[in-house]
DNA sequence: CAGGAATATTCCTATTTGAGCATATAACCT
DNA sequence: AGGTTATATGCTCAAATAGGAATATTCCTG
């Protein structure tokens, strides 16, 4: 799944919401987001495959953590259109540049 | 429309992709894609409906450019995130700086 | 105002996908 | 081994959506 894909669903991004502390079991995100364990377990196999989160087997349960890499991709996406809300601020930019 | 569904779908990067040399017709977005007019008219008003495009007639034509607001709210929205990646660099970072 | 070009809208269909529910797998504990 | 907890998977259904084809609308020109 492409990261576009994957951030388009509100409970996907919900739960990267979650993991912005650190990572967490499913348990956690079930109880914090008030769904059903098996979606959200869904959501995570998505966002896996996504490579949007990584796991890590600890005991019975697994404790998913964000893996930054396709949203540096976004980042990277986002890039060529950074001039255009930053070409909106260029006469007060210019304007500040040559009172320095 | 919310941003995120809007970038969902690549037809819609690509127009978005198209605009990025500035303002086009309809007709000029159907010719440079290859698809039929009426799924460029649709997507692109998904595009205006979700904010990333604004229209301006010009006698028969309407000329489409892209407005950035969306797209720096989605900047905003993957600055937290910013943090995990910059983080993988920390170490070379902090070992470049003490260099200086 | 008639015709033609540019674009939008409508209808239909096929595909996708998220939710709910039931069930299966896996690991720990005694 | 059996029971319990934690998580994953399979199935089914309903809703959203993209594409294709036909049609409608708008605007210019003569």
Redesign the pocket.
Known sequence: MLIF?AIA?P?RRDILGLLLTGEK???AIVDELG?????V??????LHEAGLVQ?RID????LYRIDPGPLAELDNWLQPYRAFWAGKLDALDEHLMRSD
Chains 1, 2 share one sequence.
């Open positions: 894909t669903d409970v079991p499913v348990g769904l059903a364990q098996p979606n377990s869904k959501q995570l196999k998505a796991v005991g019975p349960r697994r």
